[in-house]
């Protein structure tokens, strides 16, 4: 393979997007595990072939999508004017590459243009923000925005409402936690609106259709930094989702800025905080870009991307032995451990230990958190 | 004399003291020239001997304070209860030891305890502070009070009377620009009984009855963080006294604190901009009392103290030479240079320098500026 061409976005042949969305859509797999099975089975297709009986050597066979669901999936973003966008082609927003566990696919309505710039800028805050609160984030969005960057937002009420409104004009990504056509809350459905028809966009890596759960907030919060040069925080309250964001942020090597405010008010103690923990404090459109500084230079490289090969040699069914299972097995507890340690003491090859944990995860029986760590689901 | 003694708190004879205040009190004599004075002469009574000598190879001789005037200021001190405190004493405040161009001795009223303690914190801030800026100098002054501080301030309007105000009965230091009898503003008259009633004090290097000029209040603004373990800032605008206090602080190497605002209230500039300058925001008591951390081990040493030696070789009438004197004249202008690149370039001893820059000091032809500048007036 040429390494450069192979460091530029390719677009999927539909019989590729179709495989890439049911191996995404069955039961157990996440865009970390999309990304394993890629690796050991070579291709989409070769993966969901493999996928039932890896799963039951873990011990549960999982659902998988089948083509009619699929393409049920594909046909509905077609008839309502959305598509969905692979890792590697050219309309997927370049900063989401370069995150741990980037979705394989978005699913995405309206203009690429919004998306696909070196340009983007999280703002996020409260849902019952300040009338003052509002004011900065209509007033960094509209800044910002005038020195060509999309503005990523949430699309809830308070900060995320008044950060997208002033960036209308110069373009603002709205992510939402479930299906893009899950609008919530119900009363934005004009500022939804307004974001398609001046050339933004609402993306999602959940089904069309998909009602958010609560869980879903937080992985949604990875998109909004990882799409995103930097995060501005304004009024976060203690333990909202905003520090979620600014915390993803600082595990994908964002920068976090926060907007001060008064230690009077319960909903500075979040920015303030952050700033306490050595994110930059923000007063104006200026300071941002001061702290960008670096970053502004378009000198990222092209970023993760999932290679189909069709020439790997795939799993066969007879590895790994059943000894190394059970000594992963018992290795593994509710509390997360690092998966190094574990390759360690389990005593097996790093490949045949990541097929058994691949296994577990497809069976249901292990969940991955950050920083590389594993936990068996009791 | 043995080195222990030495670095402890001794009184002064009254003779000392009155040498000492005459010498402090004589036309262009100040901290730094006093500290230059009593190395080269020894002694205070013998800097008054040679001052005329001195001030006129600099050119012009300067009005030295007579015995009358200095024992009528001593009088004046006795009649309103008040003291003038010599830096090697035990009243004197011990950080304010530590400082470049201490105050020989401090004019003092009301009560020692509040002013030689080891916790002491300078709260600072806007004369037009808002209502949640007093609340919040308040807060920090009650808490830090009740955590045996002594909270430092100027008794101006706004944040400096707020702070005092709350911490009056664990203890609070007013320090003035001016005269400790020129109270300013006239309405904070009743807040200065409180202070004195309660056990704190109010203090200044200036004579009784001295009319503070603009320029004395940044030289007030170094003992305030002088006097401190650490300077809060709270609501200064761009530009204010309060951030030469901070810049005084950092001079001084105290910790600067500042309170957070939102960037809406251009009151909120000058705190958020020290924050964003490495800062310490702080919301809570407990925020700064982290922030101090290792300052609060009591292991200070003693500190500057002004040495009187009596054995000392004097200067004599014949150093320095007239080619020397030329050469450093030639070498001062306007700008400030480095004191040291000046002895370097006049190609004298260090000592012979010191003696023509006293002079010209004495002559008012000499400005000194921090960091060891000096610059000639012209």
């Known amino acids: 393979m040429n390494p450069i061409s192979d460091n530029r976005p390719t677009a999927l042949s539909e019989a590729e997007r179709l495989a890439w969305l049911r191996l ?44 009619e669901d699929a393409e049920a999936e594909l046909d509905a973003h077609r008839r309502i004017g959305a598509r969905l966008v692979g890792l590697n082609e050219p309309d997927y927003p370049q900063h989401l590459r ?7 696919l978005l699913s995405v309505k309206g203009g690429p243009s919004a998306l696909t710039r070196e340009r983007m800028m999280a703002i996020v805050g409260s849902r019952n923000a300040s009338l003052s609160g509002r004011k900065l984030a209509a007033r960094f969005a509209h800044g910002l ?21 002033a960036a209308l004009q110069t373009g603002t990504i709205a992510v939402f936690a479930g299906g893009i056509t899950v609008l919530y809350p119900p009363e934005h459905d004009r500022l939804l609106a307004a974001v398609l028809e001046t050339g933004g ?9 998909w009602k958010p759960r609560s869980r879903d907030f937080p992985r949604r919060n990875r998109l909004i ?13 203690k333990a909202s989702g905003s520090l979620h964001t600014a ?10 800025f926060a907007v001060p405010g008064s230690p009077l008010d319960p909903r500075s103690e979040g920015a303030n905080g952050l700033i306490r923990q050595g994110a930059t404090l923000v007063s104006t459109t200026d300071d941002v870009l001061e702290g ?31 000894k190394l299972r059970e000594r992963v097995l018992a290795a593994l507890g509710p509390t997360p451990v690092d998966m190094d340690e574990l390759i360690r003491f389990a005593d097996g090859d790093a490949r045949s230990v990541h097929v058994v944990l691949l296994e577990l995860e497809l069976a249901g029986r292990l969940e991955r958190h950050r920083g590389n760590k594993i936990s068996a689901l009791m």
């Open 225 to 237: 930094s990882g799409l995103s040069l930097g995060v501005i925080v304004i009024e976060a309250a």
């Open 145 to 165: 925005g005038a020195e060509g960057f999309s503005i990523v937002s949430g699309l809830a009420r308070g900060i995320d409402a008044a950060a997208h409104e």
């Open 98 to 104: 370069h995150i741990d566990g980037p979705p394989p």
């Open 24 to 67: 995404i859509r069955s039961e157990n797999v996440g865009p970390v595990t999309f990304s394993e099975l890629l690796k050991h089975a070579g291709t989409a297709q070769r993966a969901l072939e493999l996928l039932p009986d890896l799963a039951r050597r873990g011990g549960k066979a999982g659902r998988i999508c089948s083509v």
């Open 247 to 256: 915390r993803y942020a600082l595990e994908q090597n964002r920068d976090i």
């Open 201 to 209: 966009a609402v993306i999602s890596e959940m089904p069309l259709g």
């Open 292 to 322: 960008l500084d670096g970053r502004l230079a378009p000198t990222l490289p092209f970023g993760r991307q999932f290679r189909e090969d069709s020439k790997a040699a795939p799993l066969s069914p007879s590895d790994p032995d059943e």
